[in-house]
T-cell receptor, first 112, second 113 residues
Framework: QKEVEQNSGPLSVPEGAIASLNCTYSDRGSQSFFWYRQYSGKSPELIMF????GDKEDGRFTAQLNKASQYVSLLIRDSQPSDSATYLC????????????FGKGTRLSVIA | GAGVSQTPSNKVTEKGKYVELRCDPISGHTALYWYRQSLGQGPEFLIYFQGTGAADDSGLPNDRFFAVRPEGSVSTLKIQRTERGDSAVYLC?????WGEGYTFGSGTRLTVV
């Protein structure tokens, strides 16, 4: 059973703080990991992807991957009210032609 | 095109009717995916095309659902004998290939009344 788990939230953080979004996955064969942002009533948009253990930074966003713990996270530094959205974690397994499996998403609210 | 285009953006249909949802992927993207999303849930996989062929249709819920991509570009998702439980946002995405990040279209909101 391929599953991706996220806390549905809402996660509330004050403006300027660091928001930490977490995701666990069940399939140890998973090889690539994606974070999507989805504003209410809109479609998901890709923020970051990560393939290797460790950290990957892109502007205010940092993705962290720990394959041994089957854990991937997204940190948002200097959170802004415009970051308020649902963040979807998605996992892809290279071992076969399996498409991305999405979590239910975590709703983030950045309070001004 | 510049992005993934989905039509119609909204579709209201009566229970039992047939509907077609269209997706026009980014030019050159060989992989095309259909997902559906219900309120408060993540996208749920339906079917994936690599070129013209359905590489994985394991997410189609039953035989009322069918999708085609005859020329390896535009895809149509077809739902027969619609039921109220089919109401959702149907999302199409494309990518350069399997393993790449997806670009999603704006979705079709299907409401079965």
């Amino acid at each position: 059973q391929k599953e991706v788990e996220q806390n549905s939230g809402p996660l509330s953080v004050p403006e300027g703080a660091i928001a930490s979004l977490n995701c666990t996955y069940s399939d140890r064969g998973s090889q690539s990991f994606f974070w999507y942002r989805q504003y209410s009533g809109k479609s998901p948009e890709l923020i970051m992807f990560i393939y290797s253990n460790g950290d990957k930074e892109d502007g205010r966003f940092t993705a962290q991957l720990n394959k041994a713990s089957q854990y991937v996270s997204l940190l948002i530094r200097d959170s802004q009210p415009s970051d308020s959205a649902t963040y979807l974690c998605a996992v892809n397994i290279f071992s076969g032609n399996t498409p991305l499996v999405f979590g239910k998403g975590t709703r983030l609210s950045v309070i001004a | 095109g510049a992005g993934v285009s989905q039509t119609p953006s909204n579709k209201v249909t009566e229970k039992g009717k047939y509907v077609e949802l269209r997706c026009d992927p980014i030019s050159g993207h060989t992989a095309l995916y259909w997902y559906r999303q219900s309120l408060g849930q993540g996208p749920e996989f339906l079917i994936y095309f690599q070129g013209t062929g359905a590489a994985d249709d394991s997410g189609l819920p039953n035989d009322r659902f069918f999708a085609v991509r005859p020329e390896g570009s535009v895809s149509t998702l077809k739902i027969q004998r619609t039921e109220r439980g089919d109401s959702a946002v149907y999302l199409c995405a494309s990518s350069l290939g399997w393993g790449e990040g997806y670009t999603f279209g704006s979705g079709t909101r299907l409401t079965v009344v």
